[in-house]
């Protein structure tokens, strides 16, 4: 039997120094990787809460009279952000179909102009899906100039084939501060 040739110690740090650098690779790769793969997962359980990005086109083509449901308006500002953010109505009972408009106030305390970010999430996750937002400040920034108020409408309806086990839905916004958008430039090809 021949004898496998025994290891320098150079030799085991080369390989500990390549298996280090191939899983801090695989550390970047994963967590790069797992936003995406969150969404993904989200999307197939039902579970994230994620209203739309866009706005509904239409509204409910019927009204559910005979059942009600109960939205409740919540709202956070993220640290850092001087601003007052909150519903005019904390709860509101619905007909499922039936189109309603709710304000939230928002002022900028701070003594600079700044542009705020509305970013909705619903639970209970699966009653997510049936909120529609027709018209949402959440669709775009809202820049607020140093001590302005504004007030910001929220056009929604629930539909009306939410589960019957669904008897409350509550809309939480939060409030992020939000870079303002730099327009580009096109370079002159002519």
């Given at each position: ?21 191939a ?6 790769g ?118 302005e ?42």
């Amino acid at each position: 039997m021949a004898k496998s040739p025994q290891e320098t110690p150079s030799t085991k740090q080369q390989r500990s120094l390549w298996s280090l650098v191939a899983m801090a690779i695989g550390m970047f790769g994963f967590a790069f990787a797992l936003v995406p793969l969150y969404d993904v997962f989200c999307d197939i359980t039902g579970i994230n809460g994620k209203t739309a990005d866009t706005p509904s086109t239409a509204a409910a083509s019927r009204v559910d009279t005979s059942r009600e449901i109960t939205v409740e308006f919540v709202s956070y500002i993220t640290p850092g952000v001087r601003w007052t953010f909150e519903p005019a109505v904390k709860t509101l009972v619905v007909h499922p179909g039936q189109t309603h408009t709710v304000n939230y106030q928002a002022q900028n305390l701070g003594k600079t102009d700044s542009i705020g970010q509305a970013v909705p999430s619903v639970s209970p996750g699966p009653g997510a899906q049936y909120f529609n937002k027709i018209e949402c400040f959440c669709f775009n920034h809202q820049p607020l100039g140093a001590g302005e108020q504004a007030e910001l409408p929220l056009v929604f309806y629930v539909d009306p084939d939410l589960p019957e086990d669904i008897h409350t839905l509550t809309l939480a916004y939060t409030l992020y501060h939000a870079k303002p958008v730099q327009p580009t430039t096109l370079a002159n090809t002519q």
